[in-house]
C-alpha cells in the first residue's frame, strides 16, 4: 500500500500522518504488540483519554488468532489504560470476519458503560455497507477519516 502525504497530514487512506505528540498535549505512540512482528498490529496515539488507533498489515481480518488478539488489545485499552474514546482507523482493512464486528460491538458496550464511544473511521465501501446491512452503522459514530472523527471528539 503507498502513501501520499498530504498537507493537511492526511495520507491517500485518510489516516493522518506526521503527527508527533507535542509536550503540551501529553499524547504518546506505541505499537501492540510492542516487537510490531506478528500481523497485524495497531499503532496506537494517545492523548488524555481518547486513543486513536490504526490496524498495520491487517488488509483482511479473519483469521481466528488475529481477531482474539485485536479484541484484547482493544478491550485492554479501555479496561488497563482507561481510554474511554477510542478512534479505530480501519484504512486498509478490506475485509473481517462477524467477529470482528462482534469485538467492537463488545468494546463499544464496555466504553459506553463509561460515558464514552467508539468513533470508527477509513472505512472501505465493503466494510461500510457491513455495517448498515448489521445494524451497527447506529451503535458507532462513523466518520470520513481522523480529522472528522477527532473534530467530532472535540465537540
Not at 488507533?53 to 481480518?61: G, I, M, Y
Request: hydrophobic content about 40%; charged content about 25%; glycine content about 10%.
Amino acid at each position: 500500500m503507498s502513501r501520499y502525504d498530504h498537507a493537511d497530514n492526511r495520507d491517500g487512506a485518510g489516516a493522518v500522518t506526521g503527527v508527533a505528540p507535542s509536550s503540551d498535549d501529553g499524547g504518546k505512540s506505541w505499537e501492540i504488540p510492542p516487537d510490531g512482528g506478528t500481523s497485524p498490529h495497531l499503532r496506537v496515539r494517545a492523548v488524555e483519554r481518547t486513543a486513536l488507533v490504526r490496524f498495520v498489515d491487517a488488509e483482511v481480518l479473519f483469521e481466528e488468532e488475529a481477531v482474539r488478539a485485536v479484541g484484547q488489545w482493544l478491550h485492554r485499552l479501555v479496561r488497563e489504560d482507561g481510554h474511554t474514546r477510542l478512534v479505530v482507523n480501519l484504512a486498509g482493512v478490506r475485509y473481517v470476519s462477524s467477529e470482528v464486528l462482534g469485538t467492537l460491538a463488545a468494546v463499544q458496550q464496555e466504553v459506553g458503560a463509561a460515558r464514552g464511544r467508539i468513533t470508527l473511521c477509513g472505512l472501505e465501501p465493503l466494510l461500510r455497507d457491513m455495517l448498515r446491512i448489521t445494524g451497527l452503522d447506529r451503535v458507532f459514530d462513523i466518520c470520513i477519516d481522523e480529522v472528522e472523527a477527532l473534530g467530532l471528539i472535540a465537540r
